[in-house]
C-alpha cells in the first residue's frame, strides 16, 4: 500500500506510457524494444541496466516465442524484480543481538538525512528497540535543533554539543552515553556540506574511527542518504561516498516527490549497494524498508 501510494508520480507517467506503447504495437518487434527503452531511460532507471534489461528481454520473447506486446508486459515487471533481487541483505537494516548496534548516515545537505533519522528512529522504537541520537553535523546551522525535533517526536534522546564543535568528540560522547545506558541502537548523523569534498570525506573518516575504536566491529551500518529527485545527481552522490567510505546501503528519500522513481533501479544495479529504505513522504512513518519486487510491482499496479 505505501509503494503504490507513494510510487504514484512515476506509476503514473511510466505504466501510461507503457500501457500506450503496447496498444500502439500490439506485435513485439525492433521498434518496439526500441520504444521501450525510451521510456525506461526517461524514468531514470539507467542506461546499463536498461540495456541489460532489454536484453533479457528479448532473449524472453524469442525463447517462450512470445509475440504478443501484452503478453510480453508482464515479462517487463517480472525480469525487472528479478534483476534486483541479489541478496537477503536488501530491506534489513544489520541489528546486532545482544550488543550495540551503531549506524552512521552520511549524505549531502538538504537530502533528507535528518528526517531519516527520525523515521528510523520512530521504526526501531516501534520494534521495542531503545535508540540514542547523536547530532554529528555540528556545522550546518540549525541541525542539531532540527534533530532535537525528530528526537522528540520520535521520543528519543539526542546527544548534543554546540554547533562548530567536533563532530568526533561529539560522536565519542554519544557512544559513550549509549555503552551507560545500554541502548540497543545508535544513530549518528554527520556532515553534509559538499563545498569542500576532501574536507568533509576526512571528517567522517574520524567519525568513523572513533566508533571503530569504540565498539569493536561498528559501525554496523553506513546508511547513504541520497534524494531520489535529483536523478543522475544522487548516482554521482553515490559513487562519491562510496569511494571514499564503506557505504552498506543507501536510502532513497522524496520518491513520492518524482515521476522518475526508476532511479532505484538504475542505483541498486549499477551501484551494487543495497537499498535498505525508501522515503515515501515527510511524516514520521513515511520510510519504508525497500522489497524489489513490491517496489516493482507499486511501479506497474
Ligand atoms: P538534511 O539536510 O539532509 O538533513 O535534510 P532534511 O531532513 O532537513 O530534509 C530536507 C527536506 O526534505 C525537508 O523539507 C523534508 O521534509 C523533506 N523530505 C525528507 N524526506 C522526504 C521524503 O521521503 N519525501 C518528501 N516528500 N520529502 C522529504
Redesign the pocket.
Known sequence: EKFKTGLEKTRNSFSTKVNDLVKRYRKVDEEFFEELEEILISADVGVHTVMELIDQLKDIARTRNIQDTMELKSAISETLAAMLRKDDEEGALALQNGQMTVILVV?V????????IGKLAHQLKQQGKSVLLAAGDTFRAGAID?LEVWGERAGVDVIKHQEGADPAAVIFDSVKAAKSRGVDVLLCDTA?RLQNKVNLMNELEKVKRVIEREVPGAPHEVLL?VDATTGQNAMSQAKIFSQATNVTGLVL?????TAKGGIVLGIRHELDIPVKFV????KID?LQAFDPEQFVYGLFM
Open positions: 549524505g545537505n538538504g537530502v533528507g538525512k535528518t528526517t531519516t532540527q553534509g542518504v528519500t522524496k520518491l513520492d516527490g522515503g515515501l513522504g515527510e513515511d
